[in-house]
């Protein structure tokens, strides 16, 4: 299994919340993390959210196992997403809003491919100001 | 003989005039003046919140946003109904939590009824027939008849969607429905409703890709005077067939896998 070479966790930007999503309470939806080299290891495509699990390396060097949930298939589908956009292997780069409390858990914002396409779960959110990056 | 031959064809043309004009009553038209030439409005689409709405929002709202959940709230509760409401665990709203939700969907996979079916993020269709028109939800996936130019029967039983009647008036379809159980949730966030509801929904094409629905909730036993409330939807472009059916399975493997580690004590 391809493991993400380095590490990229960046707070981009702070945020507006543009995702009036259901049940976000446990996400920092004020800031968006990144990796930029995430290797795809699950995709659950199901009912009531999509679950999409991905390995990365933090800024430690350590190997991280994350999961985020994803709107559900019915909402993807008007994006573009079909059950095959994203497969088990591919290295993306992974943007989404991580759990409060630490865990390597998130809800996704989007998905863009080595070749420059973007898959985007919820609107782009609005940036408010630009913080220092992290490499 | 001539006589029978022209009132033969003054009955046959009046026939083929009436036929047309029942033809052109129930065929929706895309025509903008349908309306006003007597035709059904054209409500043909698949609709759904419109992009950046965060899939539905958690509550209907207009006119401004009710504020549920804050002191700013101005619904007009009755005592009882507004206790019900701060006791409630919705996932969603100011007081939102994952713990121990209250909500009747996320348990129980119980209808969400109406208004509510508008809240979750799917979409919706109308099927316009002369008698019935039939609005087909994504999520359930489920269905109601709108019997058209009928009355109420004499207290229905209560059942989770009700019993709907409904009519045009110029470009506006009017939904009136009664015979509601008192089960559901108005909205995301807990706003119960009583037996008594007395709900009317109209949806009017503002123009081609937007749809507006504005509701009336009459229910003296849980709302001191009526109130009302707005969505506005969007023309979509796929998606429908993509049928959003609630799983009790689906909802725990999902509480498991995500829900609990994320709202676990931090470390």
Known sequence: ?????????????????????????????????????????????????????????????????????????????????????????????????????????????????????ILRAYPDPAPRSADSKAE | MRNLLLNSAAVLLGMVALCAASEAQTKPSANSNSAAQGQAPDLS???????????????????????????????????????????????????????????????????????????????????????????????????????MNHAHRQDPDPTWWGESVGKYEGDTLVVDTIGFNDKTWLDHVGRPHSEELHLVERFRRVDHDTLQLDLLFDDPKAYTKPWAGRKIFKLQHGGFDDAYACSMSEYEHFRQSVVDPVTAPKK
């Open chain 2, 45 to 147: 689409g698949d609709w759904g919140a419109p992009v950046g709405s965060g899939g539905g929002g958690f509550i209907i709202s207009d006119p401004g946003d009710k504020k549920t959940g804050t002191p700013q709230d101005d619904t007009p509760y009755q005592p009882w109904a507004l206790a019900k409401l701060n006791s409630e665990r919705p996932e969603n709203g100011p007081h939102g939590t994952f713990e121990n939700t209250t909500d009747p969907r996320l348990k129980y996979c119980d209808p969400v009824g109406v208004p509510r079916i508008y809240l979750v993020p799917t979409q919706f269709r109308f099927v316009q027939t002369p008698g019935i028109v039939y609005i087909l939800y994504q999520y359930g996936p489920t269905w109601r008849p709108i019997t």
């Open chain 1, 1 to 117: 299994m391809k493991v993400a070479s380095f590490l990229a966790f960046v707070l981009l930007f702070s945020v507006t919340n543009a995702m009036a999503h259901h049940g976000t309470a446990g996400y920092d939806m004020t800031n968006m993390a990144m990796f930029a080299k995430a290797t795809i290891t699950e995709i659950e495509w199901t009912n009531p959210h999509c679950q999409i699990r991905f390995d990365a390396t933090n800024d430690k060097g350590e190997l991280q196992h994350w999961t985020l949930e994803a709107p559900p298939p019915s909402m993807l589908a008007p994006r573009d997403w079909v059950r095959k956009s994203l497969q088990v292997g591919d290295v993306v780069k992974i943007e989404f809003h991580a759990a409060k409390n630490g865990s390597p858990f998130g809800i996704i914002q989007r998905i863009t491919f080595p070749d420059g396409k």
